[in-house]
């Protein structure tokens, strides 16, 4: 009797751990896999809000402003980001020349140059669109941006800091059901 105690808990450990590994690979190459479809899923939309930001201010913004003889303000900004639902930030050169959020700006928390990352890659070597990631203290977000085609407009830039919060909400509920599921899993198996 005890023998046969024995080898069952034996036999019943052996097949946990056989069911196991398995599973656990299976969640987390599945958990990868999808959230880097929902992280391409994000960029492309970023940069689709940023080119139709872009296309609002050359389009819209700067043809009204020129007319009127002024520059592009912040007012056509805040209209822009309305449109398009998401704060804009357009930068001539290395700084930032308007803004919709321009207290962010003035309270020093953002800087007014250009980010480093998006002027290399959009200033530098002419790319088409950039979706890179920019941190405030431990908060990272994306930034989308996009050339203006009116090159003495400079550049656009839309960051995405609301977006950030649903991704991690949306992949913080993928690992929970990755887990339950791999767990029922393990159960019904054993």
Same mark, same amino acid.
């Given at each position: 009797?005890?023998?046969?105690?024995?080898?069952?808990?034996?036999? $019943?450990?052996?097949?946990?751990?056989?069911?196991?590994?398995?599973?656990?690979?299976?969640?987390?190459?599945?958990?990868?896999?999808?959230?880097?479809?929902?992280?391409?899923? &994000?960029?492309?939309? +970023?940069?689709? *809000?940023?080119?139709?930001?872009?296309?609002?201010?050359?389009?819209?913004?700067?043809?009204?402003?020129?007319?009127?003889? @002024?520059?592009?303000?912040?007012?056509?900004?805040?209209?822009?980001?309305?449109?398009?639902?998401?704060?804009?930030?357009? $930068?001539?050169? *290395?700084? /930032?020349?308007?803004?919709?959020?321009?207290?962010?700006?003035?309270?020093?928390?953002?800087?007014?140059?250009?980010?480093?990352?998006?002027?290399?890659? /959009?200033? @530098?070597?002419?790319?088409?669109?950039?979706?890179?990631?920019?941190?405030?203290?431990? $908060?990272?977000?994306?930034?989308?941006?996009?050339?203006?085609?009116?090159?003495?407009?400079? &550049?656009?830039?839309?960051?995405?800091?609301?977006?950030?919060?649903?991704?991690?909400?949306? &992949?913080?509920?993928?690992?929970?059901?990755? /887990?339950?599921? +791999?767990?029922? $899993? &393990?159960?019904?198996?054993?």
């Amino acid at each position: 009797r005890e023998l046969r105690a024995s080898f069952y808990r034996k036999l $019943f450990l052996a097949f946990v751990a056989a069911v196991f590994v398995p599973v656990v690979a299976l969640v987390l190459v599945t958990r990868n896999y999808v959230a880097d479809q929902m992280e391409r899923s &994000i960029e492309q939309e +970023a940069v689709r *809000t940023a080119s139709a930001a872009g296309r609002v201010v050359e389009d819209l913004a700067a043809p009204r402003a020129a007319q009127q003889g @002024l520059a592009v303000d912040d007012n056509l900004m805040v209209w822009v980001s309305r449109l398009v639902d998401q704060d804009v930030n357009m $930068f001539m050169g *290395t700084r /930032l020349q308007a803004t919709s959020e321009r207290n962010l700006f003035a309270s020093g928390l953002l800087p007014t140059r250009t980010p480093a990352e998006v002027y290399r890659a /959009l200033g @530098l070597r002419n790319e088409a669109a950039l979706v890179t990631r920019e941190r405030i203290g431990t $908060f990272e977000y994306l930034v989308a941006a996009t050339p203006l085609t009116l090159r003495q407009l400079g &550049i656009l830039t839309v960051p995405l800091t609301s977006r950030q919060r649903e991704i991690e909400q949306q &992949i913080d509920t993928l690992d929970r059901r990755a /887990l339950l599921a +791999a767990l029922l $899993f &393990i159960l019904a198996g054993a």
